[in-house]
């Protein structure tokens, strides 16, 4: 079966860090340019964050910036994103999608593959 599983997530304080994990099954995930998610109550899903599978280039949107990483672990089929100094605006449900057209992870465009689905994520809770 072909799917991306999210991972890692959980109540944190402030100032805190969390390392999400997105683990492929059924295919190999160093093809695809992955892209993390998320999503508050009340709010639209938005892209955090993308590494590209062919030079590693990778973006983020400027409320993360210097505090979360993304990177890839090909032996492991798996993309982490590591979230450190977390504020409670980053609250949220954080999914991965495998990205098309992939070079536009580049220009801070992530656009979830056709033919893929949002999975169930995992929740990031940052609160004092």
């Known amino acids: 079966q072909v799917q991306l599983v999210e991972s890692g997530g959980g109540l944190v304080q402030p100032g805190g860090s969390l390392r999400l994990s997105c683990a492929a099954s059924?295919?190999?995930?160093?093809?695809?340019?992955i892209g993390w998610f998320r999503q508050a109550p009340g709010k639209e899903r938005e892209g955090v964050s993308c590494?590209?599978?062919?030079?590693?280039?990778?973006y983020y949107i400027d409320s993360v910036k210097g505090r979360f990483t993304i990177s890839r672990d090909n032996a492991k089929n798996t993309v982490y994103l590591q979230m450190n100094s977390l504020k409670p605006e980053d609250t949220a449900h954080y999914y991965c999608?495998?990205?098309?057209?992939?070079?536009?992870?580049?220009?801070?465009?992530?656009?979830?593959?056709?033919?893929?689905?949002w999975g169930q994520g995992t929740q990031v809770t940052v609160s004092s």
């Open positions: 059924g295919f190999t995930l160093d093809y695809y340019t």
């Open positions: 999608r495998t990205l098309s057209p992939a070079f536009m992870c580049a220009w801070g465009v992530l656009t979830p593959a056709e033919g893929g689905s």
């Open positions: 590494m590209t599978n062919t030079d590693g280039t990778t």
